[in-house]
């Protein structure tokens, strides 16, 4: 069954999809009489049927409302350096199909690409578009959010707030699976994965500065856009 997010009114029993949504709907082929289940991204779950189309939208009853059904208690927030020629898509697609609440765009010392103000926006509307479209894929039921691109120290700041907060670092001696698995009553998680040249010394050593560990995902050096989705799947062993 398809997973779809829209807007719910409090208490409706019944809503109009119409614009990109009901574009959508056209895509997936759904015709009157079929169900999907369609979460309102905040807090829970329904059975919608397609009672009726039009040419500018859809009319859906909805029933049997409950509780988020696939969500993990652990919210994981994932912070990666900007990547460059488009690799940071491929990063946040993987990263929601993994189970990342959140996933923070920040500038390093090498990183390749640079955050432009001008296009900034842009970027920003859409790698939450990619959110939107892997969380449907995937059926979750929220959309995480896209941020950034923010800071170094602003990065930092926000990490180690964290109940676990993982840098990751190849010259790092503790590894994420023992941090992880001897922490498992938590409620937020958070790592900062570098970009294609890696963090430099300086930018590690303001992570234990700050009281957040270096930590290593095994004995091979992972590239930047595949470290992330290392991480993510052994939190989901383990959290899920």
Known sequence: ??????????????????????????????????????SDGVSRCYTA??????????????SNPRPFEV???????AYCALLKSGKSDGVIQKAVELGA????????????????SEKGDRKLERWNKISRQAAMQSGRDIIPNVRGVISFKEMIAELKTKDISMFLHEKAEYSSYELLS???KVSTIGFAVGPEGGFTDSEADEA???????????????????????????CGALFE
Do not use: Y
Request: contains cysteine.
């Open 208 to 234: 234990t500065s700050n009281n957040i560990p270096l930590i290593s995902l095994g004995k091979r050096i992972l590239r930047a856009e595949t470290a992330p989705l290392c991480i993510l799947s052994i």
């Open 49 to 62: 049927t397609a009672e009726s189309f039009s040419k500018k939208g859809a009319v859906f009853s909805l």
């Open 71 to 77: 969500e993990s208690d652990v919210k994981i927030t």
């Open 182 to 184: 001897k922490s498992l």
């Open 1 to 38: 069954m398809h997973k779809l997010f829209f807007d719910v009114p409090e208490g409706a029993t019944e809503i109009t999809v119409e614009g990109e949504d009901f574009a959508h709907l056209t895509v997936l082929r759904i015709k009157a009489g079929e169900t999907v289940t369609v």
């Open 101 to 116: 609440a959140e996933i923070v765009l920040f500038q390093s010392k090498n990183c390749v690409a640079e955050a432009s």
